[in-house]
């Protein structure tokens, strides 16, 4: 696959239904087998999302200006392998499909030069109204401008996101405190911070013996700094689990739910579902 120009890229960030976004996986962003962290890979791919958005008048630059912000729901990313250290990858991404109150957003990751596909993502947003915190109708933005970049042509092979159940079995694992850098832009706890404190939960030997083939979060109710978070984890096969993470706000009250993720992991040279 002949990889595409900075030009061709541009052009077409402007003008087309899909962005592509050129990142490098930066040497202190990856991990002790040189291969990027899921976390930073996250943080690109909501970056992707940001600047596709913010070319086409619906992103976080115009919806500062009538009090809107978009809020991530739902992230699942599926991986045949992570790029290793210093490797130039590119980030494709297009909306799938728009509703009055949620957007499905899909992500392609591919090696930038050769264009190897390391892995896919899928994701759910919703709009909220940054004073009551409460969802708006996304289609009001602009007369509904997303919908003229809806792409319902191409396609995302992984699995959406799927429902995260579990049973009274989880066990209770830890108990963190969360402060400064847990807060993002709009001001609750950053999404791609629960997912490293989430990949915290096991030793480093898992992770020199398997890799993270599958990543799903789903994200319930805000936290904010200060609150304390609570992880339980439910082993559901001999390579997946469920987490479920409670909030203990500073003033006390009853632990509430703030997200669940689920975690599966394969030999490291397994394949996907993807491939």
Same mark, same amino acid.
């Given at each position: ?8 890229? !541009? ?26 962290? !899921? ?10 999302? &940001? ?125 963190? &405190? ?26 480093? &030997? ?20 200060? &609150? ?17 993470? !409670? ?29």
């Amino acid at each position: 696959m002949k990889p595409q120009s900075e030009a061709d890229n !541009m052009l077409k960030n402007v003008h087309g239904k899909v962005g592509r976004y050129d990142f490098l996986a930066e040497p202190f962003h990856c991990d002790f087998s040189n291969r990027l962290f !899921m976390g930073h890979l996250g943080n690109h791919l909501l970056n992707a999302a &940001d600047f596709h958005s913010n070319e086409r008048d619906f992103g976080m630059h115009y919806l500062n200006t009538i009090h809107r912000t978009w809020v991530l729901s739902r992230l699942v990313i599926e991986m045949t392998e992570m790029p290793v250290a210093y490797t130039k990858f590119a980030v494709e991404t297009w909306v799938e499909g728009a509703l009055r109150f949620f957007t499905h957003r899909d992500f392609k990751v591919e090696d930038a030069l050769t264009g190897q596909i390391f892995g896919y993502g899928r994701s759910v947003w919703a709009m909220i109204d940054t004073d009551t915190r409460q969802p708006v109708d996304l289609l009001k933005v602009h007369d509904g401008r997303i919908l003229k970049y809806v792409d319902t042509n191409k396609t995302c092979p992984i699995n959406p996101p799927s429902r995260v159940k579990m049973t009274a079995a989880a066990e209770f694992v830890r108990t963190i &405190d969360t402060g400064y850098s847990d807060v993002d832009v709009n001001g609750h706890i950053n999404s791609v911070k629960y997912i490293e404190h989430i990949l915290d939960l096991w030793k480093l &030997d898992r992770y020199r013996e398997q890799r993270i083939r599958r990543f799903e979060i789903a994200y319930v109710a805000e936290g904010h700094g200060g &609150d304390r978070l609570s992880f339980y984890r439910e082993q559901t096969t001999p390579d997946e689990y469920c987490v479920r993470v !409670m909030k203990i706000e500073p003033n006390g009250g009853e632990p509430l739910e703030v997200c669940r993720s689920k975690v599966q992991f394969a030999e490291k040279n397994a394949p996907t579902e993807a491939e």
